[in-house]
T-cell receptor, first 120, second 114 residues
Framework: EPEVTQTPSHQVTQMGQEVILRCVPISNHLYFYWYRQILGQKVEFLVSFYNNEISEKSEIFDDQFSVERPDGSNFTLKIRSTKLEDSAMYFC??????????????????FGEGSWLTVV | DAKTTQPNSMESNEEEPVHLPCNHS???????IHWYRQLPSQGPEYVIHGLTSNVNNRMASLAIAEDRKSSTLILHRATLRDAAVYYCILRDPISSGSARQLTFGSGTQLTVLP
């Protein structure tokens, strides 16, 4: 079964350093997402991406964050200057459709296993 | 935003059915009811979704009340591997902005007892 893959599974970085988290979405999917989950807290939406641009973002997704689809398969989240409070599990996700054009299964969002980021 | 209410936790015995309730009294006509689950140390996983009619798939069944103000996720025979946090989420796929995204609440922590 196709799956979303993420690397690295775990990264430790020093405060102030730049971090890039990588994701390979499911191949025929057109919508890509990043979510995060701070330890013991809810899963939070960060950003959605379609047609090579951000379609929606949350208040969490400030200027420190950026996303990119550098080639036909990868989708990356960059944190420019990490802070202690950025420590969290970051989940990449993808869906075939995000606009509700395809009803039913097309709206399902598939998540990766996550990248655990620890900022020290 | 339409919101959902779920019990914080539930317990079930292995190989018995589990009924996980969700209240969504402010649901709108275009909201789909989605269920995701999150196993320990894993990403959320799609379980099932529906709009008005009851739905079945290989993982579970979704029973939706006639007025759509509540729904129940049914696991027909719980296994130890079903122990997870189960999220009931309303999603309006044709809306704009954040309503189209999955907004996770605290969910129901399901414990399956051997």
């Amino acid at each position: 079964e196709p799956e979303v893959t993420q690397t690295p599974s775990h990264q430790v970085t020093q405060m102030g350093q730049e971090v890039i988290l990588r994701c390979v979405p499911i191949s025929n999917h057109l919508y890509f997402y990043w979510y995060r989950q701070i330890l013991g807290q809810k899963v939070e939406f960060l950003v959605s991406f379609y047609n090579n641009e951000i379609s929606e973002k949350s208040e969490i997704f400030d200027d420190q964050f950026s996303v990119e689809r550098p080639d036909g398969s990868n989708f990356t989240l960059k944190i420019r200057s990490t802070k202690l409070e950025d420590s969290a599990m970051y989940f990449c996700a993808s869906s075939e459709d995000g606009q509700g054009i395809i009803l039913g299964q097309g709206n399902t969002i598939y998540f990766g296993e996550g990248s655990w980021l620890t900022v020290v | 935003d339409a919101k959902t209410t779920q019990p914080n936790s539930m317990e079930s015995n292995e190989e018995e059915p589990v009924h996980l309730p969700c209240n969504h009294s402010t649901i709108s006509g275009t909201d789909y009811i989605h269920w995701y689950r999150q196993l320990p140390s894993q990403g959320p996983e799609y379980v099932i979704h529906g709009l008005t009619s009851n739905v079945n798939n290989r993982m579970a069944s979704l029973a939706i009340a006639e007025d759509r103000k509540s729904s129940t996720l049914i696991l027909h025979r719980a296994t130890l591997r079903d122990a997870a946090v189960y999220y009931c989420i309303l999603r309006d796929p044709i809306s704009s902005g954040s309503a189209r995204q999955l907004t996770f609440g605290s969910g129901t922590q399901l414990t399956v007892l051997p």
